[in-house]
């Protein structure tokens, strides 16, 4: 599987690298350029110390008295010689030469013009009818050293240049693709039932296709999900009034049959009626959590909104149900009928399925953490992770259509918070626990 990297990245390294080799592309052509004109100034010097040597030998040889040969030029201090001489003469005898000189380093017989050794870069004149002659010689390491230090001098400023430009490659790349960064999160911070088209006019000219193509994938995605919810809607409250009415008339019925046997019979018909009647009630209060209007413009009170739903519960689980509300306000952006819906599914979840013989612990704190605690065994955790599909139930003898924490989790994703499921509960050993925090606030 191929690695995926950011555009960001990838752009703020190759524009890096290419800068980086296009400076030293340019550093070594300047370079070179620099060595071909150090070599022109060197060969120069040579020209113009034999030229300017040349008459102070000559007039210096000629005016010695016979038997005055071979003599060194007198050096004034010590020094580092870079350019050596010798004076000779056309046969190659040495009349002169400077304090450092190395006659080897020299041909045996003088030469006029430039020339080249394996070591040295030579330069000769001659005066006097060609019978007095001057070589200049120059270590070639003295030239190779100089160009040595000018392509440092060159190389050492990108030492800086290289990490600045990567930051300043990286400001522009990521000051560039800002929009592109910003169309991202846009996306990302969508709740699940958030459908809008997404803006495209803010988007660079390249990346305008993609946006455009997201509208029309998420214009296709919402007409099938308006269809689907519409059908599961229209589906389960055009079933409302013929099961109620023919509820109505099994009960009538039923109160006129004297057979016992048959009395069962229409005692079980009732009965089904009466799930599936629950169960077009549980398909509607799912049509809307998926439908989307979980969030509210204003910001309400909760905890009043559960006390309420609490008391409806009393009839069916007399002092089975613990309530912990907090002494001040819970106020969230969730929908106050969102909320009851999901307080509701999830703690008639907790009677249905929890065991009778423990309370079941209704919570919302100060800091807006909703809770429903109930007891019972363990639920295990492949059977866990699927309690939140629908029609999905763990193994209990329990009546129950399976939507309940389906509905709770459609609407706690509509709204952008969690639903969290633990068996066994916290603290315990045992037992079954939802969680959620409701302190919701837009920004």
């Avoid at 169309?183 to 958030?194: H, T």
């Avoid at 363990?378 to 139930?393: G, H, K, Y």
Wanted: charged content about 25%; proline content about 5%; glycine content about 6%.
């Amino acid at each position: 599987m191929a690695t995926r990297t950011s555009l960001q990245k990838t752009l703020g390294i190759g524009l890096t690298l290419g800068i980086t080799l296009l400076w030293l592309v340019g550093v070594t052509a300047s370079g070179l350029v620099a060595q071909h004109e150090m070599n022109e100034v060197f060969d120069s010097a040579l020209e113009e110390t034999a030229q300017r040597i040349l008459p102070l030998a000559v007039t210096d040889i000629l005016n010695r008295e016979k038997g005055d040969g071979n003599q060194r030029a007198p050096a004034l201090k010590d020094h580092d010689e870079y350019l050596t001489y010798l004076v000779r003469d056309k046969h190659g005898n040495l009349l002169l030469r400077s304090h450092d000189a190395n006659p080897e380093v020299f041909g045996t017989t003088p030469k006029e013009g430039f020339s080249n050794t394996p070591t040295h870069r030579m330069y000769g004149v001659s005066a006097v009818s060609n019978t007095i002659f001057i070589e200049v010689a120059e270590p070639l390491a003295h030239r190779r050293q100089s160009a040595l230090e000018a392509g440092l001098a060159l190389l050492l400023p990108l030492v800086v240049l290289i990490p600045v430009s990567l930051l300043g490659v990286w400001w522009i790349v990521r000051l560039s693709l800002r929009k592109v960064v910003d169309f991202q999160q846009d996306i990302e911070s969508r709740g699940a039932g958030d459908l809008s088209p997404v803006a495209e006019d803010q988007l660079p000219r390249e990346f305008e296709p993609i946006a455009v193509a997201v509208n029309r994938l998420l214009d296709r995605l919402h007409r099938a999900l308006e269809s689907e919810r519409s059908f599961t809607a229209n589906s389960a409250h055009e079933l409302r009034t013929p099961l109620a009415t023919a509820l109505a008339k099994v009960q009538r019925l039923k109160t006129r049959i004297s057979d016992e046997p048959l009395q069962h019979n229409v005692a079980e018909i009732e009965e089904s009626l009466r799930s599936l009647s629950v169960l077009s009630g549980k398909l509607l209060e799912l049509a809307k959590a998926e439908g989307g209007g979980a969030l509210s413009k204003n910001q309400h009170d909760l905890a009043p909104i559960l006390a309420m739903i609490v008391r409806d519960f009393e009839d069916q689980a007399t002092k089975r149900i613990v309530l912990s509300l907090p002494e001040g306000e819970v106020n969230s952006f969730l929908d106050p009928d969102a909320f009851a819906i999901l307080a509701r599914n999830l703690i008639e979840n907790a009677l249905k399925h929890g065991s009778p013989q423990q309370p079941v612990e209704v919570s919302l704190n100060d800091k807006g953490v909703f809770s429903v605690c109930n007891g019972g065994e363990i639920v295990p955790p492949e059977q866990l992770a699927l309690l939140r599909n629908r029609f999905a139930r763990s193994k209990t003898d329990a009546s129950g259509s399976g939507l309940g924490l389906a509905i709770s989790d459609a609407i706690a994703t509509g709204a952008g918070m969690t639903l969290y499921l633990r068996s066994p509960a916290t603290g315990r050993q045992e037992g079954f626990e939802v969680e959620m925090n409701v302190r919701l606030s837009l920004v």
